[in-house]
C-alpha cells in the first residue's frame, strides 16, 4: 500500500454481551455510539454481540437511515452451559439469584477466545471494549491495535469512585449511616457507608472487587477512555479525570442525541410494550410541564409494598403521570400491588407502561415536566438531554454519586430519601409521603420552576456539545484522528 494513501476509517469493535452485563447498562449506548462513529468521516463499525442479543441491534440499525451500510453485527456464542448458567442465559435479565453471578462472570471471561477469532476475521484498526473486560488490552496489544475503554456512567462517579479505592475515607467512621467526605474532589461530597457496595463498604475482596481492580489496572495501559458525557455538564470532573487522575480521555456524549427521529427514540432497547402513537397522543393532551414520568431502569423490581406505596404517593401528589411497573422477579405474579381502585381512579391522570418504555421519546415531550429516576446514567444523561429536572431514588453501583451531582452539584434533582445500596431482589423502603413530597417539590412551586430553568440550561449545552463545532463533536473527531494516526505510524513501522 502507498503510504501517501489514507488510512483506512477505523472500525469500531465492541462487546454487546458487555453492554448486557450490568443490567443491560451499556448495551443502548453501544449502539449509539456505533451510529456516532459511523456518522463520523464514514467510519466502519461492527458491532460484536451474542445470538440473543444481536436482534436488538438489527432492529435499531434497520430502522436508522443510511447505517446499514456503516454498521455490521458479528455474533459470537455466549457460554452460558459451560460456565454453569441455564442455556440463553446472556444478560443479567435472565439471572434470578445472587447465586448466578460469579458464573456469569465466569461466562465472560471465556469470551476471550471468540474475541480473538472475530479480530483474526475482522482486521479492526480499533478496538472498543467495556470497562468490565480487562483482558481486552491484552488482546488488543496481541493484534497491535489500540484499546478503548467504554465507561458507561458520569465523571463524577468515575473520580469519585477512583478517590474513594484510593484514599478509603469509609475506614474512618464510627458507623454505617454516618456520613463522611470523598476526598480530594473539586466539591465537597459526602455519602455514608450504606450507600457503598459491600466490596467498598467492608473494604473486602471479592471476585468483583478483583475484577474492578484488574479493570483500573488495564485501563491505565489502554490507549484511552471514552466518556458517554459533555465537557459542559461536569467540566470540574472532566478536568480532574485527565490532569488530577491521569486519564487520556474522550467526552463524545450525549450518545443518545444521534437519535433524532421518532422510530430511531421508539426503538432504543428492547421492543416497546405500548404503541408509541398511542402513547405520543395521550402525552399530546397534556399541558406543559404537567406530567412526571416515573422509570426505574431494566434492572430494578420492586416489592409489592413498595409498588402500592409509589401508587399511594403519586395519587396523593395530584399529578398527571406516566409510571412504568416492573415487578420484581421473585414476587407473586398477581396484580394485587396497587390501591383498590386505584388504576380506575387515576385513569384520566395517568398512563401505565407494564414492560418496556420508549423513554427517550417520553421525556423529550413538552408535556413532560419531571422523572422519577433511579438515576442510572444512561436515564440520568436522557433527562439532562430532554431538560426534565429529576427526582432521585438510587439503588445500587454508582447510582448514588449520580445522585449527588443531579441534586448538588447540578441542581435539578430532588431526593426522595433512598439511604442504602439494595442487592439483586424486591426493592422496598421509601414511604408514600416521601414520594408524594418529592414529587410534589419537583413538579410545583418557585424553586421547582428554577429547577426547570436549569434543566433547560442544560438541554441547549448538551444539543450544541454533540453539533458540529461543539465539544463532544470536536472530541470524537479528535480521536477518529489520533487513532488513524496511530495506524499510519504502525504501517510506517512495519
Not at 461466562?107 to 480487562?134: K, N, R, S, W
Not at 437519535?259 to 395521550?282: F, M, P, Y
Amino acid at each position: 500500500m502507498d503510504k501517501s494513501q489514507k488510512i483506512n476509517p477505523v472500525p469500531f469493535f465492541s462487546l454487546g454481551s458487555s453492554s448486557t452485563f450490568l443490567h443491560n447498562l451499556h448495551m443502548i449506548p453501544t449502539m449509539d455510539m456505533a451510529k456516532l462513529f459511523a456518522s463520523h468521516g464514514g467510519v466502519k463499525t461492527t458491532i460484536i454481540t451474542t445470538p440473543l442479543n444481536a436482534p436488538i441491534f438489527a432492529k435499531a440499525i434497520q430502522t436508522t437511515k443510511n447505517m446499514s451500510n456503516h454498521i455490521a453485527i458479528s455474533v459470537i456464542k455466549f457460554p452460558a452451559e459451560e460456565a454453569g448458567l441455564p442455556d440463553g442465559c446472556e444478560n443479567v435479565d435472565q439471572i434470578h439469584s445472587e447465586d448466578m453471578v460469579p458464573n456469569f462472570f465466569k461466562a465472560t471471561t471465556m469470551l476471550q477466545g471468540p474475541l480473538e477469532h472475530a479480530i483474526e476475521e475482522g482486521h479492526p484498526d480499533c478496538l472498543v471494549a467495556d470497562m468490565f473486560f480487562p483482558w481486552a488490552t491484552d488482546i488488543a496489544a496481541k493484534f497491535n491495535i489500540p484499546r478503548l475503554v467504554f465507561h458507561g456512567t458520569s465523571v463524577f462517579a468515575l473520580c469519585a469512585g477512583e478517590n474513594m479505592r484510593l484514599y478509603k475515607p469509609q475506614k474512618n467512621v464510627s458507623s454505617d449511616y454516618e456520613p463522611f467526605i470523598v476526598p480530594n474532589l473539586p466539591h465537597e461530597v459526602k455519602i455514608t457507608k450504606m450507600q457503598l457496595a459491600d466490596h467498598d463498604k467492608e473494604d473486602i475482596e471479592t471476585d468483583f472487587s478483583k475484577l474492578l481492580d484488574k479493570a483500573i489496572e488495564t485501563e491505565m495501559t489502554s490507549f484511552g477512555v471514552v466518556v458517554n458525557s459533555f465537557h459542559e455538564l461536569e467540566p470540574a470532573y472532566a478536568d480532574h479525570y485527565r490532569r488530577v487522575l491521569g486519564r487520556k480521555a474522550w467526552h463524545i456524549g450525549p450518545v443518545s442525541l444521534c437519535n433524532r427521529e421518532v422510530e430511531d427514540k421508539a426503538q432504543r432497547g428492547k421492543e416497546t410494550s405500548i404503541d408509541k402513537l398511542a402513547c405520543l397522543k395521550w402525552l399530546d393532551s397534556k399541558k406543559p410541564n404537567s406530567v412526571i414520568y416515573v422509570c426505574f431502569g431494566s434492572g430494578a423490581g420492586f416489592a409489592t409494598s413498595q409498588l402500592y406505596e409509589i401508587a399511594m404517593g403519586l395519587e396523593a401528589s395530584g399529578q398527571e403521570f406516566i409510571w412504568v411497573v416492573r415487578r420484581a422477579k421473585n414476587e407473586d405474579d398477581n396484580e394485587n400491588w396497587s390501591p383498590e381502585g386505584f388504576e380506575e381512579r387515576t385513569k384520566d391522570k395517568g398512563l401505565i407502561i407494564r414492560g418496556w418504555a420508549p423513554q427517550v421519546l417520553i421525556l423529550d415531550h413538552d408535556a413532560v415536566g419531571g422523572f422519577v429516576t433511579h438515576c442510572g446514567w444512561n436515564s440520568t444523561l436522557e433527562g439532562v438531554s430532554a431538560g426534565v429536572p429529576m427526582v432521585t431514588w438510587p439503588f445500587f453501583a454508582d447510582q448514588f454519586f449520580n445522585e449527588k451531582l443531579v441534586t448538588e452539584i447540578l441542581k435539578i434533582g430532588v431526593c426522595v430519601g433512598s439511604d442504602q445500596q439494595w442487592k439483586r431482589g424486591a426493592i422496598d423502603g421509601v414511604k408514600s409521603e416521601a414520594i408524594e413530597n418529592a414529587v410534589k417539590e419537583i413538579m410545583v412551586g418557585e424553586e421547582a420552576e428554577e429547577r426547570r430553568r436549569r434543566a433547560r440550561t442544560l438541554k441547549e449545552m448538551a444539543s450544541k456539545a454533540v453539533e458540529e463545532g461543539g465539544s463532544s463533536h470536536t472530541d470524537l473527531n479528535a480521536l477518529i484522528k489520533e487513532l488513524s494516526a496511530y495506524q499510519v505510524q504502525e504501517y510506517m513501522e512495519t
